[in-house]
């Protein structure tokens, strides 16, 4: 379905269709993020959906945020990025090896 709103307009670059995608999960029920506050809008989400673009550029995408994860492990999939996902405890005990390793 993505695919071809994708395909349907010429103009959409590579953020577009990411940000796209991402906030659809939440408005089709593919993912549900539980509101922190009744304050909490769509423009978390968003929010949200550029922390998982900018991470794309990264070897690591780090959080304890259950609904980030969710869609920036299927956005990743869908769009074939490599970077991972980690849990701040996982990071943490994964830094000794990080240290050791060369850029």
């Known amino acids: 379905m993505m695919g071809d709103l994708f395909n349907a307009v010429d103009h959409y670059n590579d953020y577009d269709k990411f940000i796209m995608f991402f906030n659809s999960?939440?408005?089709?029920?593919v993912t549900r993020d539980k509101p922190l506050r009744k304050?909490?809008?769509?423009g978390s989400?968003?929010?949200?959906a550029n922390h998982a673009w900018y991470a794309s550029f990264s070897?690591?995408?780090?959080?304890?945020d259950k609904g980030l994860?969710?869609?920036a492990y299927i956005c990743y999939q869908f769009f074939n990025i490599k970077t991972r996902i980690l849990t701040?405890?996982?990071f943490l005990n994964s830094k000794t090896k990080f240290i050791q390793?060369?850029?």
């Not at 304050?39 to 769509?42: D, E, G, K, P, T």
């Not at 070897?59 to 304890?64: Q, V």
Request: charged share 30%.
């Open 39 to 42: 304050s909490q809008s769509l």
């Open 25 to 29: 999960l939440e408005l089709h029920n």
């Open 88 to 90: 701040i405890k996982e």
């Open 59 to 64: 070897d690591f995408l780090i959080t304890d």
């Open 45 to 48: 989400i968003s929010t949200d």
């Open 101 to 103: 390793q060369e850029e």
């Open 69 to 71: 994860i969710a869609k």
